[in-house]
């Protein structure tokens, strides 16, 4: 029995968002996807959002059933409130905490308002995103308790229930890969290491057993000690 509901999924082409989509196609009567393209560094990752659409509906065909549409939403315009627009003499460089200084503060608020604008129009009820307090510690608009609140605005707002699911909030890595494990077993994992991107400087590169990608910068070494975390804690190769 599937939730009758209609969900969107925050769609970045990401490991996280790929485990996001896999645990509403598992749930949900139908699913949409939403993307954002706010000028991103790198085009990457924009690219890969289809390569996976494909890759899922066609390795899973149950899921492809439920697979709706999917949505490109140009943000341009946070471009305009980057730090690096507003402060021109600084260059695009990467903070302590691994993320590039042209990060929009609040952007995840910013992209659960349009994704809720959009569920209204499309006759959906659930948002689905994967935001995670397990890492990046520091980013307010990621935590729990911000999201319940967003939950809170966007359904008054709109006098409509949207309901704001992030299945990866309380999960390490290595667990991330466990749930896809248990979602789609070998054959997502496989998909996700593969297809979807996570590299800040945008490399493909070779392909290593957690992915593609340049392997030292900060999303790399995440995604590589969260998969070599999750394959040593495995019993018997399960
Ligand atoms: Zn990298």
Redesign the pocket.
Known sequence: MSDPRTAIVLFSGGQDSTACLAWALARYARVETVGFDYGQRHRIELDCRPVVRRELAAAFPHWADRLGDDHLLDLQLLGQISDTALTRERAIAFEANGLPNTFVPGRNLLFFSFAAALAYRRGASVLVGGMCETDYSGYPDCRDNTLKAMQVALSLGLDAPMVVETPLMWLSKAQTWALTQQLGGETLNQLIVEHTH????G?RGALHAWGH?????P??ALRRTGHQAWQAGRPNGT
């Open positions: 996570t590299c800040y400087l490399e990608g340049c392997g030292h910068c999303a790399c």
